[in-house]
């Protein structure tokens, strides 16, 4: 067996290099007419993303976005069918072709650890990479977490050898924008790049944000005296929307354009996305799924209610990182009221044990099955069960999958909507 993976593994690596390659052969090398800006990181990706587009936009330039949760050719959007953040074969290529065609002057490309250690990235020319934070994930896939974060280097290590663009008679710069709040920003900054630009809330930086308001559903914060308002909530959005602010002090965009771009991106599907059905409580469904993303979730939604919280969770089967699992169950217990835990995608994986590895931790953390945690495998069954114990103002949190559109149970892959079927579930409610 070890044999026939090291020969599966020799197969597959130039098939992942040159099939990119060729695709963007194929489509005629639509980065190099684009500005094309790269985001990587562990969590705030497709926010990030979702807020440079929309700030770009505001600036009057059409853009384009692949990301974990969406698709977007300037004002149109889909949701990503593709149970990836990078889509395989030449599905990249010829997405940013649509978007060049469609008018699109940039192009937000998130772009995963596991992308780049497939080659998705090679032949895009990337003209700005954004580093947002680092914390240990898909550490199965690739070993260690030193491993994890040279897999995301790579996108730094390779932007100064890519070849300059000059668009509409200017000269585009190869620039680098990181959180130096991260304890990892120096490796992904230590890269060369024509330029550098740093963003934070708790270390100076070129873009940092003071004053910091949080309201249950937005937040306002200063930087070099001037007023933004977010219409998300969270601290971590703010992290998102400097990220953003930086792109836009790279390009030059005027601060009015900024301050819009920001204030109008109002939903972004499947992180914390209210699903109003018109109940007496707050549902949202967002894709936190791991330890430091459910402790983010979980303190938004505490400060949104004095009511309880309710959440639903649960993690991935198919091999993936089985240490998270504990270490979700155990902040959900010491931060949620009642915990309900299900089914994500169990691939071939059985679901009991991937619920009892996340239960357990719960327990510990004073949670009792049947009063305030139940296991409950099947997922509609789950938030049913969430949805059903919450009274007027309290908050139910559905976390895992986001906007992802598929299920996958014992290797069948079926169409799958969480906030569809919140929105059905809570209608049943109503009845």
Wanted: charged share 25%; with cysteine.
């Amino acid at each position: 067996m070890s044999i026939l993976k090291k020969i599966k593994k020799l197969i597959a690596t130039p098939y992942h290099y040159f099939i990119p390659v060729i695709g963007s052969l194929v489509y005629g090398k639509p980065s190099n007419k684009m500005i094309i800006i790269g985001i990587t990181g562990t969590k705030g990706k497709t926010s990030a993303a979702n807020y440079i587009w929309s700030v770009l936009t505001a600036a009057g330039h059409k853009t384009g976005l692949i990301g974990t949760a969406n698709i977007r050719i300037g004002e149109e959007e889909s949701m990503n069918p593709y149970h990836m953040t990078m889509p395989g074969r030449t599905i990249i290529q010829s997405l940013l072709k649509k978007m060049l065609d469609n008018g699109c002057e940039y192009a937000v490309v998130e772009t995963t650890s596991e992308g780049i250690k497939q080659w998705r990235h090679k032949a895009i020319n990337y003209d700005t990479a954004i580093f947002t934070n680092l914390s240990p994930e898909h550490l199965d896939a690739h070993g260690s977490y030193e491993n994890y974060k040279k897999a995301k280097g790579q996108l730094f290590e390779m932007l100064a050898r890519l070849p300059r663009k000059t668009l509409k008679g200017k000269k585009i710069p190869k620039t680098i924008i990181a959180n130096i709040d991260d304890k990892e920003a120096d490796y992904y900054l230590h890269f060369k790049a024509d330029q550098k630009i740093t963003f934070g809330i708790n270390t100076k930086a070129d873009i940092q944000a003071k004053q910091i308001k949080l309201a249950p559903f937005s937040s306002e914060f200063m930087v070099d005296g001037l007023n933004y308002k977010l219409n998300l909530p969270g601290d971590f959005n703010i992290y998102n929307a400097l990220a953003a602010m930086a792109v836009a002090k790279n390009f030059s965009l005027p601060q009015s354009a900024t301050i819009k771009g920001l204030a109008d991106l109002r939903t972004i599907p499947g992180r914390m996305e209210k699903i109003d059905a018109g109940q007496n409580f707050i549902a949202l469904v967002d894709y936190a799924h791991e330890e430091k993303s459910m402790i983010a979730a979980l303190t938004a939604v505490k400060g949104m209610t004095d009511g309880k919280v309710i959440v639903l969770l649960g993690a991935e089967g198919g091999g993936r990182d089985k240490a998270k699992r504990p270490a979700m169950g155990k902040v959900a217990g010491e931060l949620a009221d009642y915990v309900v835990i299900s089914n994500v995608d169990p691939y071939e994986d059985d679901p009991k044990l991937i619920i009892e590895d996340i239960a357990v931790a719960t327990e510990a953390s004073g949670k009792k099955e049947g009063i305030d945690l139940f296991r409950i495998e099947d997922r509609r069954a789950g938030i049913a069960k969430a949805l059903g114990l919450a009274n007027k103002d309290d908050v139910v949190l559905i976390t895992g999958k986001g906007a992802e559109q598929f299920i996958t149970i014992s290797g069948t892959r079926s169409p799958w909507d969480d906030r569809q079927v919140v929105t059905e579930e809570i209608k049943k409610l109503l009845r």
